[in-house]
Structure formats: structure tokens, C-alpha cells
């Protein structure tokens, strides 16, 4: 009996162990699992303003030719209200919504419809189907990587139809900016609460969902770590690249054609946004698969802050530059275009070599040389919420070497350069380098905070061999 009751006891030590265990290993993963005020405050904020920070940069450039003070200083001098503002905006209308509608559908045919056959003749794409990182449940999901593709076929139809078919104006998407904001932002807000009601009701995997109390925080960070409908429609991976960013390409030339037309001629300028932003937008759909590895796909919910944000921030503020060019057009000095091409090549070479080398050493596992050399890394573990033990490799050479998101500089250095592009009579273009070095520093610092927590003592020996995060002997 007493022996009983001592294995009894043993066993409930064990469960209550495993039990804590699993409570730590789960707050090493995605987002918070209790908000503070700050996050609180936040949130609330980004969620009342956000909306209006868009609609006054988009307002500002059609009403006062991109001035971002003219539109405060006649609201405080009284020469304007609000309602005159708001009067002059176009509303939405059905042109808009069935232009919007149409994209979207079609997106979504290209998405589930069309296996990828990219891959079959591209030497060096990885497409088609491809397997994600572990969740924190232990679940490897697989998707269909073919983000390329529908680029490819999208931008092939877009140029058929300017050339040949002539079916509607290159110009449509510029002359419907603002009434396919309001559709923007409808599909937004539908498919954040929908996935918060599909969160609460009929998750795709019960044990990969967050919940906080807080059902502000919960509506904008997510519930669900990757909420699906049937086996291949993935809301993180489809918003996060398509619709947005394959409509990032047809925005700029939409605004290139437009300037076209107001003036005869498409500046300099305009060709080096629309240049060095499709390499971008290239570069993310031919390393798709790779982006499945990253922290969108690996940590964060899918919420309103990616719901909205992939459908109404993305495509409206990181095309300001060619909107801004439309009203501005300027035509660059020899010298002031090639450097602004140099800043561009130069900042995409290091957030792609950088980016290069972490796959290169994820892929061979270390088994690999970075600049002629053996690379050096630090070794760590975590624990999934399955209880289930990892092993990971964090390098130390190359670009990682001088700062632990070497990536990011470089991406920055980019985002500068469509800036640079625009002159320097207005401050409105340089809102995107601004943005992005509070995103990616804001980045930084989320991300250590997690595999801080994922990794403990490990992560503390990988900051002492990289002690800088984005400026080697800077920060």
C-alpha cells in the first residue's frame, strides 16, 4: 500500500513537472502570453490611428501635392474642416470594388489552382511543395510554394493588355487609388475577424493558439499560429505575399504609365523606384521558400496586425515613393541617379549574400565554407511544447559575424535608396525609411527578446561572440 501510494505520488510529481515544463517551453514561442499596459496602450493606438496615418498620407498627396503639414496648418488656421477634407475624397464605388474583387479571386486561382511549375525549369528556384519550420505544437505544415509563378503570369497578362488587348487603362490602378483603399481596407478588417472567430470556434490546430483575455491584443496579434482553410490555403503565407506584394510591381508601373500620361515622359527616377523595388518584390517570391523560415511564418500569429497590414499598409505606404513621383516628377543628375542605383545594388547585395549565408549553413548544417572559410557557431537547444527536445547552430561568421542582423542593414540601405530617388523637396517619400528603421530595430529587439527566452544561457553566448545588432561598433 505504502509503496503504492509512493508511485502514486512520483507520478504526480512527474505530470506537475511536465506540466511546468510545457508552460515555460510555450512562453519561449510566438507572442506574449500576458499584456502589459505598454503593449496594452500600443495596441490601442495602432488601432485607432493606423488607419488614418494611410488615409492622410494618400489624402495629403491628392489634395495638397504630398505636403504632410498643409492639410494640419489649414485645419488649425480654420481655413478648412474636416468635412471639407472628407468631402473631397472620392467614395467607394462599384468600379473599385469589382476591380478589387477580380484581383483578389484571381490571386486566389493562381494561389490553390496552379501547382508550380517554375521550379521544374529554373535552375536554382525552390518551388512548389515545401515544409515549414516546427510550430510550437510540434506540427511541420506544408504549403505550395508558387508565389513566383503568379508574379510571372500577373505581369505577363498586365504588359499583354497595355501592349495588345488594351482592355483597361495601364493607368486604372493610380485613377481608383483612394476608392480601392476603402476595398483595401474591407478585406482587411473581414479577414482579421474572421480569423479571430475561426481562432475561438474551429481552429485548424487547438494547440497552436494563444489566447491572452485581452481581446484587443488577441484581434490584432492573432490566435491562431497558422490558421488554414482545407489542407492548402494558408492565410500567412497567401497575405503575406499575395495579394499585397504581387500588386506592389503593378502599383509602381501603374504610377509610371500615369506620369506617362500627365507629362509626356517617365522621369529617371520613377525607372530606379520601379527598378530597385521589383528586384526586391523578385527576390522575396524566388526565395519563397526560404521566407517559410523566417519569423512572420515561424512566430507570429496571424491577427490584424498581418491581416490589415498585408492588405492596407503594405500596398499604400511602401509605394509612397512612386505615388509621391506622380505629383513631383523629378529628373535626377547623372551623378545623384548612379549613386542612388549604387545604394540600392549595394544594400540588396548584402540583405541577399547575408540571408544567403544563414541558408547556406541551415542547409549543409554547418558542413559549408563562408569567405574561404569553415564557418564558426554557437551551439543551443530549446523545447517545443510537445515536451520535445531541439538542436540548433547559430553562426558567427561571415556578415553574421559583424552583427546579428546584418540582413536588415542592408535592407535599410535599400529602403533609403527609393527614398534618395525622390530629391529632397518633401519629407513624405523618406516616411518609408523611417518606418522601416522602427520596424527592423523594433524587430531586432522582439526577436532577441524570443530566443532569449527560447534559448537562455545559449543566446547570452552568442551575443558575447556578436555583440552588435545592426551597425558593428554602432548598435
Partial sequence: MAAHQEKKLAEERKHQNMQNDTKASQGQWGRAW??????????????????LIVYYF???????????????????????????????????TYRAA???????????????????????FLPGYVGGVQEGAVTPAGVVNKYQVNGLQAWIITH??????ASCFHFFSP?????????????????????????MIKGYFFPTNAKDC??????????????????????????KLFFNGRPGIVAWTLINLSFAAKQQELYGEVTNSMILVNVLQCIYVLDFFWNEAWYLKTIDICHDHFGWYLGWGDCVWLPY?????GLYLVYHPVQLCTAHAVGVLMLGLLGYYIFRMTNHQKDLFRRTNGNCRIW????????????????????????????????????????????????LACGFEHILPYFYIIYMTILLTHRCIRDEHRCCSKYGKDWKRYTAAVPYRLLPGIF
Avoid at 469589382?98 to 521544374?120: A, R
Avoid at 505577363?156 to 493588355?161: Q, R
Avoid at 494563444?210 to 492565410?235: A, L, V
Avoid at 505606404?317 to 515613393?321: D, E, F, G, I, S
Wanted: hydrophobic fraction near 45%; include cysteine; charged fraction near 15%.
Fill in 34 to 51: 500576458e499584456v502589459d499596459w505598454f503593449s496594452l496602450a500600443s495596441i490601442l493606438f495602432l488601432l485607432m490611428f493606423a488607419p
Fill in 58 to 92: 494618400i489624402m495629403s498627396c491628392a489634395q495638397y501635392q504630398c505636403s504632410l503639414t498643409d492639410p494640419l496648418l489649414d485645419l488649425l488656421m480654420g481655413n478648412k474642416h474636416l468635412s471639407d477634407i472628407w468631402n473631397r475624397t472620392p467614395a467607394l
Fill in 317 to 321: 505606404l511602401y509605394t509612397l515613393q
Fill in 98 to 120: 469589382g476591380i478589387y474583387s477580380l484581383w483578389v479571386t484571381f490571386q486566389v486561382v493562381l494561389y490553390m489552382s496552379i501547382p508550380d511549375f517554375c521550379h521544374k
Fill in 156 to 161: 505577363v497578362l498586365w504588359f499583354a493588355n
Fill in 171 to 195: 493607368t486604372i490602378i493610380f485613377d481608383n487609388w483612394i476608392p480601392l483603399l476603402w476595398c483595401a481596407n474591407i478585406l482587411g478588417y473581414a479577414v482579421s475577424t474572421f480569423a
Fill in 210 to 235: 494563444k489566447f491572452t483575455g485581452n481581446f484587443f491584443y488577441d484581434y490584432m496579434m492573432g490566435i491562431e499560429f497558422n490558421p488554414r482553410i482545407g489542407k492548402w490555403f494558408d492565410f
Fill in 372 to 419: 574561404g572559410k569553415k564557418p564558426q557557431y554557437i551551439e543551443c537547444s530549446y523545447t517545443s511544447v510537445d515536451g520535445t527536445k531541439y538542436y540548433s547552430k547559430l553562426l558567427t561568421s561571415g556578415f553574421w559575424g559583424w552583427a546579428r542582423h546584418f540582413n536588415y542593414t542592408g535592407d535599410l540601405m535599400g529602403s533609403l535608396a527609393y527614398c
